[in-house]
């Protein structure tokens, strides 16, 4: 860490300097300059500490020119503590927020750091906000996972008629529609892009923007445009493979995303990275190939000499313990040159209650998890109550709530989104927010009517483990987020248009089955984006084959 730079006396840069100074303090910005872009973590270091040293000297640079450099360094290695030694400096010397130059350099900091609130907040107080300010704020939230905040902000830009976006702004857009499930907003910056900034270098050109855009696609359910997109890049590079790749796995494409990673190895020649092979062992892991993901895997180690990271063990543990693999899935794990994380324990935990594993072997898999230090220990307890529920141990499925209760856990609560006429719409079990709540209920209870007529009866294994009594246990399934968002979808879709839903958590087997009744009964299609992949329902069935 550096020392105390806001504490460090600098002379009066408003005194004359001779020309040799002002020649040697240039070249000294240069180099610190060209130490910050070096995208190296040593030469940052090295430029942090050359700009402690020109500060500390009897003529030190403009800091106006070397703070944004420092800032870049800072940012690069992400550096929180020394950005906020710089940021006292600049307030210190009223440069930050005034100048906007080194403002926008903190909102880089802050971004790069996981702090977009910081940089949000700064953002606020800059005075003369340029292009670059807005499109570092929109990225600081899009980068940090507030999506909808960031096209908040976005909608916020466009009322400034002063100001045009550019690439960079789309760019950051595009993921946040990704983020958000976002499609109309998506096409609409798509179209931006092309009519605005078609005659700048020739944006449709560009191998990073095109990867964003079949990112865009995939992540919003339309994956018939990501591959379009693709299928039309005129260059590619191993992003554009790898983004395709797993999007068409996603989607339950697995065929299709098995052979579109045999035609860039075999016809294209293009040699795969560890994340190639991180996509290609999802689409077999979503579509239950389990001798295909052992040929890849050992593709991977032995042709390609990519040395297996969790990632990869990761999928094949899942692989193969959710077709019953169980034992050979262990043995993986027994195999693996790396620590097995609490993904991997959970991993084996979820085969194991959805294969009837038998309860003993579930309670090993719950302390391995739980031994392992992890944020998400609440979701070991949940399907460990899965697993006694499972076996009608209700006694300890009560001890497991009883449990989390005592220890101060909570179930990661559930969401749903869906996008209307460009505005995206979030749900929570049991809402009651919604402006149209009393209409979106009574379509709720219309739904059910329907349901119960066709013959549907809940699976109450996955409701709510506390519920005491049966139809207790129905009323909860009957709240979950994702009905209230398709209940709001029916009154609001336009007739023949797909119904697209994003879901922060797996979808549960009662709400699975109820979607592919409702895709029957109402003649829609729905797409289901959950925490694992994409759920086509369409005319009583569902893409997945009923395996997620």
Not at 198 to 211: M, P
Not at 281 to 293: F, I, P, R, T
Request: with cysteine; charged share 20%; hydrophobic share 45%.
């Amino acid at each position: 860490m550096l020392p105390s730079l806001a504490a460090t006396p600098l002379p009066n840069t408003s005194t004359h300097r001779s020309p040799s100074s002002s020649s040697s303090s240039s070249s000294s910005v240069q180099l610190l300059r060209s130490l910050a872009r070096s995208r190296r973590a040593d030469l940052a270091h090295r430029a942090l500490l050359l700009f402690r040293s020109l500060h500390a000297s009897p003529s030190p640079p403009p800091p106006h020119f070397s703070l944004p450099a420092a800032l870049s360094a800072a940012s690069f290695l992400s550096a929180l503590p020394e950005g906020r030694q710089l940021h006292a400096l600049a307030a210190k010397l009223a440069l930050a927020p005034a100048h906007t130059v080194v403002a926008n350099s903190l909102l880089h900091l802050y971004a790069s750091c996981g702090l977009p609130d910081a940089a949000l907040a700064l953002f606020r107080l800059i005075p003369a906000k340029s292009l670059v300010s807005w499109n570092t704020a929109i990225d600081a939230l899009a980068s940090n996972g507030d999506h909808l905040g960031a096209l908040d902000l976005f909608r916020e830009m466009q009322r400034d008629t002063t100001l045009a976006p550019d690439a960079y702004t789309v760019q950051s857009v595009l993921g946040a529609c990704a983020g958000a499930g976002a499609l109309s907003l998506g096409v609409y910056a798509h179209a931006l892009l092309l009519r605005e900034l078609g005659g700048h270098g020739d944006v449709s050109r560009d191998v990073l923007i095109n990867n964003s855009l079949v990112d865009l696609y995939g992540k919003c359910g339309a994956v018939e445009l990501a591959r379009q997109v693709f299928d039309r890049m005129p260059e590619r590079d191993i992003t554009s493979w790898n983004v395709a790749i797993l999007t068409l796995a996603n989607h339950g494409c697995v065929r299709e995303s098995v052979e579109l990673f045999d035609r860039m190895t075999r016809v294209e020649n293009v040699v795969p990275n560890a994340i190639t092979f991180v996509a290609v062992l999802s689409a077999c892991n979503h579509g239950g190939m389990v001798e295909e993901g052992r040929r890849y895997f050992q593709m991977m180690v032995s042709e390609y000499r990519i040395k297996p990271r969790i990632e990869h063990y990761g999928c094949m543990v899942d692989i193969l313990a959710r077709a019953g693999f169980i034992e050979e899935a262990l043995d993986v794990v027994s195999g693996m040159n790396c620590r097995p994380d609490a993904i991997i324990w959970r991993s084996l935990l979820d085969a194991c209650s959805r294969q009837n594993a038998g309860v003993e072997l579930s309670e090993a898999m719950a302390k391995l998890a739980l031994d392992v230090p992890d944020d998400a220990v609440s979701g070991v307890y949940v399907l460990l109550s899965r697993v006694y529920a499972f076996a009608q141990k209700w006694n300890d499925v009560g001890m497991v709530r009883r449990l989390m209760s005592d220890e101060g856990l909570k179930k990661e609560p559930g969401f749903s989104s869906i996008e209307m006429d460009g505005l995206v719409h979030q749900f929570v079990a049991g809402d009651t927010s919604h402006p149209r709540s009393e209409e979106i209920y009574a379509k709720l209870d219309e739904i059910q009517q329907r349901l119960a007529s066709s013959g549907y009866k809940p699976d109450l294994s996955e409701a709510r483990m506390v519920a005491g009594m049966d139809h207790t246990k129905g009323a909860a399934l009957r709240l979950h987020s994702e009905r209230l968002a398709i209940s709001f979808g029916l009154l609001k879709a336009t007739p023949g248009a797909p119904i697209r839903i994003l879901k922060n958590l797996r979808v549960c087997k009662d709400c699975h089955t109820i979607t592919k009744l409702i895709s029957e009964l109402y003649g829609v299609e729905i797409i289901v984006r959950d925490r694992i992949r994409f759920h086509h329902f369409k005319d009583g069935a569902c893409s997945c084959k009923d395996y997620w």
